[in-house]
């Protein structure tokens, strides 16, 4: 485990290798589970504000979705997410012309209309963060529909804390990200060392 400031990082972050493979998964992530994007609670309001100029980019079955259970919903354990069209996709995914499903929240982000990228949680996928009174768990989530990018990872020697350089960074900072390429990289002359002893 990695410790950088009041956040716990598994093992897995630094060593496991990912990179999304939309052209074969086809962003099976945003259609499958039990509820929608995970979202932390001062995203809700950032969803009411922008999603005037987010509709336009959203299919019909979405927009029908959220006039139906709003902008975002509360499950009975008390958590936020992002509504679903039949308890499906999430409302926000929009089909691309190959069938692959993306983000409208983040197509508008991309056209220059809204300064929010996308649910961190999404962002940050596969990272799962637990939050805890003092600290963060920030754990590496397996899932069966991610084979694919676990063989592109693995196959450009991508690990998941490079490949997620950037949502890490939108959520604890450069300074935060600095010190975790650090720690790995102490931690991999560590490994190195002692197996250099034992030989």
């Known amino acids: ?16 290798q990912f990179v999304c493979d939309l052209e074969k998964c086809k962003g099976a992530c945003c259609t499958e589970g039990d509820l929608g994007a995970p979202l932390d609670e001062d995203e809700l309001a950032i969803l009411e504000t922008i999603y005037p100029v987010v ?3 959203l299919s ?9 259970q709003g902008k975002w ?7 936020y997410s992002t509504p679903t069209i039949g308890n499906r996709e999430c409302a926000y995914a929009i089909y691309d012309t190959k ?24 962002h940050l996928y596969p990272i799962r963060i ?4 003092q600290w963060d768990a920030i754990n590496y989530h397996r899932w069966q529909i991610c084979h694919a990018a676990c063989q592109l990872g693995e196959s450009l020697k991508v690990p998941v804390y490079k490949f997620l350089k950037n949502p890490l960074i939108r959520k604890y900072g450069e300074a935060w990200y600095s010190e975790l390429e650090q ?11 002692s197996i250099k002893k034992r030989k």
């Open 73 to 79: 919903i509360k499950d009975f354990e008390g958590d």
């Open 55 to 57: 509709a336009p980019y």
């Open 1 to 16: 485990m990695l410790v950088v400031g009041n956040t716990y990082i598994s093992d897995d972050v630094a060593e496991k």
């Open 99 to 122: 069938g692959v499903l993306k983000c409208a929240i983040e197509q508008a982000y991309l056209d220059g209309k809204i300064d929010y990228h996308k649910p961190i949680s999404c």
């Open 183 to 193: 720690e790995v990289q102490n931690k991999e002359t560590e490994k190195a060392i």
């Open 130 to 133: 637990t939050k805890y009174d």
């Open 60 to 68: 019909e079955e979405g927009r029908k979705a959220i006039e139906e």
